[in-house]
């Protein structure tokens, strides 16, 4: 695989956009953010590309989420230029062009988060999807934590949330929160073809469509407005915590965490 972090690749009308850290299960620092939100953007404004495919390099993990390691040395995970992108370029970015997660492997943390904002998912037989954030002190606040109850039915979301475990791709299924289940060699391959369904169609009724669907206006959602306005504050108070440093030092130092509840 190439050393990039991000690997870009135009596959006809669609773009595809790989996490290439399989050594670190394509967990996201500043580098990723920024390649995959120059990514989108190129996307959204060639009238050429239609649809967009996000995927990971390898076969065990399509996202672990943050890169922790990277959290826990007070790195940035986004570029100081382009903060309205969100969590990995990604979760914020609203491009008019429809956007599939081809899931391979595990989904966790801030890579089901990157799946709540795409707007297909076609996923492994292998993948699982989880929100272990709870885990590790902090809270899933790249959209998570809110966009998991507005897709999920409230019960199964509220247990996902507040226990932090994961749920395999038939389960996601069943739920509505992956659209197709295929075989693990097969993720890309069926992604690709749900893109090339899309993009057979007149490009801009389909652009049309997603804008009135997803409530996009001026590439913003205004409807989530509010949802991020509380998970900024919630944010603000839990990351000075001695939990929420606690968190990602233990997973750096691979061991149990230790609560104190301040």
């Known amino acids: ?38 990514a989108l953007d190129e996307a959204d404004k060639d009238p050429e590309i239609r649809a967009v495919v996000v995927t990971g390099a390898g076969v065990k993990a399509f996202c672990a989420g943050a890169d922790l390691k990277a959290v826990a040395r007070g790195e940035n995970s986004l570029p100081e230029e382009h903060q309205e992108w969100g969590f990995a370029g990604y979760v914020t970015h609203h491009i008019s062009k429809p956007t599939i997660a081809a899931v391979n492997g595990f989904a966790l943390g801030g890579g089901m988060e990157i799946a709540l904002a795409s707007d297909l998912v076609v996923a492994a037989e292998t993948a699982q999807f989880g929100l272990p954030e709870v885990k590790r002190g902090i809270i899933a606040a790249a959209g998570g934590a809110f966009r998991i109850a507005r897709q999920l039915p409230p019960k199964v979301a509220m247990e996902l949330l507040l226990t932090g475990d994961a749920i395999d791709s038939g389960a996601a299924h069943r739920l509505g929160l992956v659209n197709h289940v295929v075989p693990q060699g097969r993720v890309l391959g069926a992604a690709l073809e749900l893109a090339e ?23 913003r959602v205004p409807s989530e407005d509010a949802f991020w306005s509380v998970n900024a504050a919630e944010i603000a108070k839990l990351r000075t915590s001695e939990d929420a440093q606690e968190g990602p030092r233990a997973f750096a130092e691979k061991r149990a965490p230790v609560w104190k509840a301040r």
């Open 1 to 38: 695989m190439s050393e990039s972090p991000v690997l870009v690749e135009r596959r006809g009308r669609v773009l595809v956009i790989t996490f290439n850290r399989p050594e670190a299960r394509n967990a996201i620092d500043l580098e990723c953010a920024r390649r995959v939100g120059q």
């Open 197 to 219: 369904r899309i993009c057979a169609n007149a490009p801009l009724a389909v652009q049309a469509s997603k804008r009135i669907a997803r409530g996009i206006s001026d590439g």
